[in-house]
């Protein structure tokens, strides 16, 4: 069993639509990345988490401590969000990554 | 706004061969780290690095991998004898502190014939 699981594992929306991109992880964290992959392979990270909820612009990452799950949201997508978005979590010094979710927004 | 900045951007090698990647993480940055992509999977960390030393490495950091701050800016990753196993995208990171945000670089894509 994978240690970060993240669904869907791929997601079709139209221009416009709510996105919602869900994490789990079973292990002890210090804290929790969004990160977002785009075609070319480079890495942004967009969040970092340890509790709570960020919101940058159009992009809003929540975590559940209790629950080892969190959320990231893009409202009113838009065809440039089109990237894979990972989840990764931090244990002692290195990061744990889920397997990605490749987001296509049609215009 | 600061960046991180990894050569070569592609590198093909044959089986065997040498290979040093090289990154420059961000000038006041402490933490850098190594990690890679094998084409469609999910990325894998290799190792960590603070204070001139490994602080963690992965079970794929064997013998055949090594890492080294030879001159305080840059951070190179080697692979001794490449396999062609090792074909996948390595990408440098670094952060300031030991906890905090994660700067990539755009990654050094490595081909092993």
């Known amino acids: 069993k994978n240690e970060v699981e993240q669904s869907p594992q791929n997601l079709t929306a139209q221009e416009g639509e709510f996105i919602t991109i869900n994490c789990s992880y079973s292990?002890?964290?210090?804290?929790l990345h969004w990160l977002q992959q785009h075609p070319g392979g480079g890495i942004v990270s967009l969040f970092m988490?340890?509790?709570g909820k960020k919101k940058h612009g159009r992009l809003i990452a929540t975590i559940n401590i209790q629950e080892k799950h969190s959320s990231l949201h893009i409202t009113a997508s838009h065809p440039r969000d089109s990237a894979v978005y990972i989840c990764?979590?931090?244990?002692?010094?290195?990061?744990?990554f889920g397997q990605g979710t490749r987001l296509t927004i049609n215009p | 706004e600061p960046e991180v900045t990894q050569t070569p951007s592609h590198q093909v090698t044959q089986m065997g061969q040498e290979v040093i990647l090289r990154c420059v993480p961000i000038?006041?940055?402490?933490?850098f780290y190594w990690y890679r992509q094998i084409l469609g999977q999910k990325v894998e960390f290799l190792v960590s690095?603070?204070?001139?030393?490994?602080?963690?490495k992965s079970e794929i950091f064997d013998d055949q991998f090594s890492v080294e701050r030879p001159d305080g800016s840059n951070f190179t990753l080697k692979i001794r004898s490449t396999k062609l196993e090792d074909s996948a995208m390595y990408f440098c990171?670094?952060?300031?502190?030991?906890?905090?945000?994660?700067?990539f670089g755009e990654g050094s894509r490595l081909t092993v014939l």
């Open positions: 990171a670094s952060i300031q502190g030991s906890t905090g945000e994660l700067f």
């Open positions: 292990v002890g964290i210090s804290a």
């Open positions: 690095f603070y204070n001139n030393e490994i602080s963690e």
């Open positions: 988490l340890s509790s």
């Open positions: 000038s006041n940055h402490l933490y």
């Open positions: 990764a979590v931090s244990q002692a010094q290195k990061l744990v």
